[in-house]
């Protein structure tokens, strides 16, 4: 059995933005860390909802109906089929969790590769 997992450590690992690193797998999930800043892309997940986990900086998640902004130590769960961009005025670090294989951007060929680390 693999030990304890530290999100902080596995960060310190890269500095590339907007490219998850898998840290963990669970009943056909990826658990992921993500260092993000700037605007992402507009785009759905059709086939699972979308989890946001912020563990330092600020995130706001614009939807076509309002922003959701978090903060360190808050989620918010966009739904499947809802349209989103993420945006991150400065460094922020992000737990992501997803159904395995979900390309980031919701399509395949323009999603950045997932890497386990």
Wanted: aromatic fraction near 8%.
């Amino acid at each position: 059995m693999a030990g304890a997992i530290s999100l902080e450590s596995k960060l310190a690992t890269f500095e590339e933005r907007w490219s998850p690193k898998i840290v963990a797998s669970f009943n056909g999930h990826d658990v992921m860390v993500v260092k993000v800043e700037g605007e992402f892309v507009w785009h759905a997940h059709p086939d699972s909802d979308d989890f946001f986990f912020v563990l330092k900086g600020r995130l706001r998640i614009r939807l076509r109906d309002g922003d959701v902004v978090l903060g360190p130590g808050e989620l918010f769960v966009v739904p499947k089929g809802v349209e989103h961009c993420p945006v991150a005025e400065e460094e922020t670090h992000l737990l992501l969790i997803e159904p395995a294989g979900t390309p980031n951007t919701g399509d395949t060929a323009t999603a950045a590769p997932k890497i386990a680390i």
